[in-house]
Antibody, heavy 121, light 108 residues
Framework: QVQLQESGPGLVKPSETLSLTCTVSGDSISSDYWNWIRQPPGKGLEWIGYIYYSGTTNYNPSLKSRVIISVDTSKKQFSLKLTSVTAADTAVYYC???????????????WGQGTQVTVSP | EIVLTQSPGTLSLSPGERATLSCRASQSISRSFLVWYQQKPGQSPRLLIYGASNRATGIPDRFSGSGSGTDFTLTISSLEPEDFAVYYCQQYSTSPWTFGQGTKVEIK
């Protein structure tokens, strides 16, 4: 079964770039849509964006000017870069697969365990 | 952007009671594009219901989803101790995909 694991620095300074990687195991990355979702402390979920294995991306307009999602199919990894971070970007960051299932349904499954990123001097 | 508003914010119930959670969309969405997730403290969200009413693999039948248009409901027929958690609805009718703010089901 597919498993996802986030990795990256847990602390980023204000104005710098947040960089995270999600490693996919148990299945090919060369299909489906690969997403980043975040959750500020004590708050709800915010979809950041996805990359299709071919490289097509779709970002949340609220973050679009600061986000780049890329994929390395040879390493079975996809990555998130968020530039010019502020304290408001402090959150748990999840990666998740978005795939077409029987009946024509899509949903986020599975999710990674999440990684806490704190923006602080 | 489609805004999903969940109510109530917190539901205080006892084990064995019925829980009814609401998710209202700011514009009509196809029921196919409405998903429910459960999240327990310190854990990732877990898929519960897709296509508004289809239980995911391994989800007990005490969980059911219904609704259409702008109003959707998640019902837990008889709460078990492991059901106390936060529940989120999510839509993918229109990008950006959005989540509701969550309903916390807590032990009374």
């Amino acid at each position: 079964q597919v498993q996802l694991q986030e990795s990256g620095p847990g602390l980023v300074k204000p104005s710098e770039t947040l960089s995270l990687t999600c490693t996919v195991s148990g299945d090919s990355i060369s299909s489906d849509y690969w997403n980043w979702i975040r959750q500020p402390p004590g708050k709800g979920l915010e979809w950041i964006g996805y990359i299709y294995y071919s490289g097509t991306t779709n970002y949340n307009p609220s973050l679009k000017s600061r986000v780049i999602i890329s994929v390395d199919t040879s390493k079975k990894q996809f990555s998130l870069k968020l530039t010019s971070v502020t304290a408001a970007d402090t959150a748990v960051y999840y990666c998740a697969r978005w795939a077409l299932h029987s009946g024509g349904y899509y949903y986020f499954d599975p999710w990674g365990q999440g990684t806490q990123v704190t923006v602080s001097p | 952007e489609i805004v999903l508003t969940q109510s109530p914010g917190t539901l205080s119930l006892s084990p064995g009671e019925r829980a009814t959670l609401s998710c209202r969309a700011s514009q009509s969405i196809s029921r196919s594009f409405l998903v429910w997730y459960q999240q327990k403290p310190g854990q990732s969200p877990r898929l519960l219901i897709y296509g508004a009413s289809n239980r995911a693999t391994g989800i007990p039948d005490r969980f059911s989803g219904s609704g259409s248009g702008t109003d959707f409901t998640l019902t837990i027929s008889s709460l078990e101790p492991e059901d106390f958690a936060v529940y989120y609805c999510q839509q993918y009718s229109t990008s950006p995909w959005t989540f509701g703010q969550g309903t916390k089901v807590e032990i009374k």
